[in-house]
């Protein structure tokens, strides 16, 4: 088995193919954010034995699932029987936004970066995210929807801008997903808007200008639709390395 006190960008985890660490960015104010802290993924219903071991030595013990009921019987999680591991499933969607084949089946139609501003304005599920992120016992989370693109990638922008990462490296984060995720590269060629399926930067960075344009950036953001003070400094202590209480800038644009 691989080692898990390593820092690994993408995990080494059997057919897993979006899981990964959120550590080891540069912040606005010249920390780094926290290894074996935040993991986005993809769903995990192909784990072993042997991964699950992995996860469990990396440091996981909270597991959080974005996915729709539908999606959990379909492809369901083992994590979510298992002692070791606290299991949430916070569906981070909307009925509205999960008509998806909006997007999937008009290219003229919606972009995913609608979708991910329809995501943004969920403020209930997101405030209820984020408070069990705050509120999660001391190790890694693990947060994940059916392919970790996403609702996933929208979380992780949250976190990331929160952390004061540059804008350039979140957008950069959201990239990778569609070159690790092998399984739709075919399914690319078989739809009529292939963006529904890629991660496309211009889709992030519209999620992103709705939050500058609308709250200054992810802490007036998560402030604004309700989270406490409080809250948002536990969430920074668990991501930010050596972190003091700093204001964190908007991220840079460079």
Not at 114 to 141: M, P, R, W
Request: with cysteine; proline share 2%.
């Amino acid at each position: 088995m691989k080692n898990a006190k390593l820092n690994w960008v993408r995990l080494p985890i059997g057919e897993i193919e979006n899981c990964r660490d959120l550590g080891g960015y540069n912040t606005a104010y010249g920390q780094q954010t926290k290894w074996h802290a935040f993991l986005r993924s993809s769903e995990l219903s192909k784990l072993t034995t042997e991964d699950i071991a992995f996860l469990k030595e990396y440091g996981v013990n909270t597991v959080i699932d974005l996915r729709r009921k539908d999606e959990i019987e379909q492809f369901y999680n083992p994590l979510a029987d298992l002692n070791s591991f606290t299991y949430h499933n916070i569906s981070f969607i909307t009925e509205r936004a999960s008509d998806i084949t909006r997007y999937r089946d008009n290219a003229d139609f919606f972009t995913m970066g609608d979708f991910y501003i329809e995501l943004l304005k969920q403020h209930n599920t997101v405030k209820a995210l984020f408070e069990t992120i705050a509120s999660a016992e001391e190790g890694c989370v693990l947060f994940h929807c059916q392919v970790g693109k996403d609702r996933t990638g929208v979380l992780a922008m949250l976190l990331l801008w929160l952390a004061g990462v540059v804008k350039k490296d979140i957008v950069s984060n959201y990239e990778v997903s569609f070159s690790n995720l092998e399984s739709l590269h075919e399914l690319k060629l078989k739809v009529d808007n292939p963006r529904f399926l890629i991660s496309d930067r211009e889709d992030i960075l519209k999620a992103y200008d709705y939050v500058y344009e609308n709250f200054g950036d992810a802490e007036n953001y998560l402030k604004h639709i309700g989270l406490t003070e409080e809250t948002v400094e536990l969430v920074k202590e668990r991501f930010i390395e050596d972190y003091q209480d700093v204001p964190v800038a908007a991220a840079i644009e460079d």
